[in-house]
């Protein structure tokens, strides 16, 4: 019986991303687990290569940042981050800056604190702390901006898979947090660019 408890008090979600990605997280049954953010990345002696623990969240849910493929340590670090608040499904709350619920600069803002590096909570100073690429170049972990000029919408690169990329966002009080792709008509109207953050 005691098996079967077990069995019942834990679930394992398996997210195939796009390029056949897949991040597995674990969600225990009613169990809350607290979690200190993961700090800057160390760099174990020896190697150039920082590693990164997982990000573990409130609930949880945990995504591995090994298994987020993207250009460097830090980086994965903030896809795990962006993605583990998605898993949580928490509400758009103006001016939330986490662990559970957000704005979209308060979520782009805590998925890259996971990482060490510090961005403004605010959706226009980020684009001042990106430098701006092209979509072709575009990574997980990236930011990507709505509304030029005064950028009031950011979110986060998770995944790039040729042209098609994903998000995470804290979209707004009815979507709440969630992943989805680039593309629909909204994007083509207000989307103006692409910024890879940039790191002392």
Known sequence: MKRVA????????????PGGCAVAIALAGGVVTAAA????????SGT??????????????????????????????AV?????????????????????????????????RQAGISLV???YTQRSQTRDIPRALAAPGDLVFWFGGDEHH??????????????????????GVRTRQLGDGWDAAYL?????????
């Open 121 to 123: 909570d605010y959706s």
């Open 48 to 77: 150039g290569e920082p590693t990164c623990a997982p990000v573990a969240s409130l609930s949880g849910v945990v995504v591995d940042p090994a298994s987020v493929p993207a250009p460097d340590a830090q980086a994965a670090v």
């Open 154 to 175: 950011v979110a986060i690169i998770t995944a790039v898979d040729g042209p098609v990329i994903t998000i995470a966002e804290a979209a707004n009080p009815e979507a």
């Open 6 to 17: 077990l069995l019942i008090a834990t679930v394992v979600v398996v997210l195939v991303l």
């Open 80 to 112: 795990a981050a962006a993605l583990t608040a998605a898993g949580r499904g928490g509400r758009y709350v103006a001016e939330g800056n986490g662990p559970v619920d957000f704005d979209c600069s308060g979520l782009t803002a805590w998925a890259w």
């Open 37 to 44: 953010p993961v700090s800057a990345c160390p760099t174990p």
């Open 192 to 200: 103006t660019g692409f910024g890879r953050v940039i790191r002392a």
